[in-house]
């Protein structure tokens, strides 16, 4: 079943009427720095964001929180670390944060080994999100990349 499109215009609206946090906020509605890309969503399946919107190098989770509007048979994240937009991904092995039922739901995502391959401390950690409604049909298939900036520890934000 899709996100009826009505629900989502509503819910991305109401961060627009928001004012937008101070740059080293670890948290804000709509995700700054932090970026969410949907290449299909076609799942009962919203990203609502993750926590912090921005990483230090030294970090040891990530958390996504997400919103299911039917139930959620598989939600399955693949973290990535890439030195730029442009660079090779490095992936680690999925993390399940799902099935679900409906609601709103929070996934911790280890990700200090992967921080730690990361050259120079700096780049962007992502995560490829990939959450199905009915495995028996193949139209409710959403994937989600949500990308948040990593900065050296103790490096000052700007």
């Not at 109401?14 to 700054?32: E, I, Q, V």
């Not at 969503?41 to 990530?62: I, K, S």
């Not at 992967?114 to 995560?127: F, T, V, Y």
């Not at 990349?145 to 490096?155: F, L, Q, S, Y």
């Amino acid at each position: 079943m899709r996100i009826p499109d009505m629900i989502v215009a509503s819910a991305l609206g109401l961060t627009a009427l928001l004012p937008a946090a101070p740059a080293g906020a670890s948290s804000t509605l709509d995700g700054y720095p932090s970026r969410t890309r949907y290449l299909s969503n076609d799942a009962p399946f919203v990203v609502f964001g993750v926590t912090p919107t921005r990483l230090d190098a030294q970090a040891g989770r990530l958390v996504l929180t997400f919103v299911a509007t039917d139930r959620l048979e598989q939600v399955n994240v693949f973290p990535f670390v890439r030195a730029s937009p442009v660079a090779a991904a490095r992936m680690r092995t999925q993390v399940a944060c799902g099935p679900r039922d409906a609601g709103s739901w929070d996934c911790a995502i280890p990700v200090a080994d992967l921080l730690a391959d990361l050259d120079g401390g700096e780049g962007q950690l992502g995560l490829r999100i990939e959450a199905h409604g009915s495995l028996r049909e193949l139209g409710q298939h959403s994937t989600v990349i949500v990308t948040v900036p990593v900065r050296r520890a103790g490096a000052v934000s700007g």
